[in-house]
């Protein structure tokens, strides 16, 4: 008999290429890894990984038990959601990962929907961004909060994962509290503003491509762009009057002193923030309670950014 947590090893080791990486994700240590991975191979009775002193990769042996385990472990999941559904009780953990925006948005209205729920426990962890589709499609996690600035939606015709359209999140700007831009009666006018020194994502960040665009429509990069990593180090700068920054309105929500947030102007950059979720587990009880409250949240959410945007932007 195959054992399953040695299988979710070896799909977790296809999908990372090493045993450190692999270690890293699962939180293992790479001996206690490889250890599990020998143990595999002597149930299997077939080598299963190519060792040499400083690397190791799957044999072709290997690549296809870890195919099957896919779906194992996906078959499983979707029987004991199957199971759970009999009962229709929202019980038992679900653990949601979510970008930092995102986890600060919705952490306090899933906390006060899911609460009723009393034999359920809610973990909600915040992520990199980009990494959170890959945890669920992992089953390190059971949702995922993901963004998109692509404006394409998501394909689930392969079946394995659902994406669930939360909200559009689209971008505005920042200014200190003091700046001239803070008075609601100051149209915003992006073209005057090109002599501002902007704070910005580094290249290579969605944001960072989105805010090139929104000032390549009014003439191009502005004369002064800091660079730094983090949504929430750009709002502190900005709130201590070092530059302006255009950035998702979801940034409202993470309450630093000392901001104005105004509406752009025209058409701007939106991103799609989506909950992802594996196709195996979304009839559990608890991962459509917790979509439910999600999807609530979400309304919610877009709510208070529209009222707080339109007491600052005179339109």
């Known amino acids: 008999m195959l054992d399953l947590r040695r299988l979710q090893i070896l799909r977790e080791f296809a999908e990372q290429g090493s045993i450190a990486a692999t270690a890293s ?11 599990q991975l020998s143990a595999l191979e002597r149930e299997t009775g077939t080598p299963l990984l190519d060792r040499t002193a400083r690397s190791a990769e799957l044999t072709d042996t290997g690549r296809v038990l870890a195919e099957y385990a896919e779906q194992i472990l996906a078959m499983v999941e979707a029987a004991e959601s199957a199971l759970a559904a009999q009962t229709d009780l929202a019980i038992g953990r679900v653990t949601v990962t979510a970008f930092p925006t995102a986890a600060v948005a919705f952490a306090p209205l899933l906390a006060q929907s899911l609460r009723r729920h009393e034999g359920m426990q809610l973990v909600l962890r915040q992520t990199m961004e980009g990494t959170g589709t890959r945890q669920v499609s992992a089953a ?9 600035w692509s404006g394409r939606r998501p394909d689930d015709t392969a079946g394995k994962l659902r994406h669930i359209r939360l909200m559009r999140d689209p971008m505005v700007l920042a200014v200190p509290a003091d700046h ?24 290579g960040e969605p944001s960072r491509a989105a805010t090139d665009r929104l000032l390549a429509d009014v003439g191009g990069a502005p004369a002064a762009a800091w660079e730094f990593e983090g949504l929430g180090t750009i709002l502190s700068l900005v709130a201590r009057g070092i530059g302006i920054a255009a950035v998702p309105a979801l940034a409202l929500t993470a309450g630093t002193p000392g901001l104005t947030f105004r509406r752009l102007p025209g058409s701007v950059p939106v991103r799609e923030v989506y909950a992802v979720v594996r196709a195996s ?24 950014l529209g009222e707080a945007l339109e007491e600052a932007s005179a339109e």
């Open 25 to 35: 994700v699962l939180g293992y240590t790479p001996s206690a890894v490889s250890q």
């Open 140 to 148: 390190e996690v059971d949702i995922a909060l993901v963004d998109d």
């Open 180 to 203: 001239p831009l803070a008075c609601p009666d100051r149209p915003v006018e992006l073209h005057r503003l090109l002599d501002a020194a902007w704070i910005m994502a580094p290249h």
């Open 281 to 304: 587990s979304i009839r559990r009880p608890a991962i459509d309670a917790t979509l439910q409250a999600l999807q609530a949240a979400a309304g919610e959410v877009r709510r208070a």
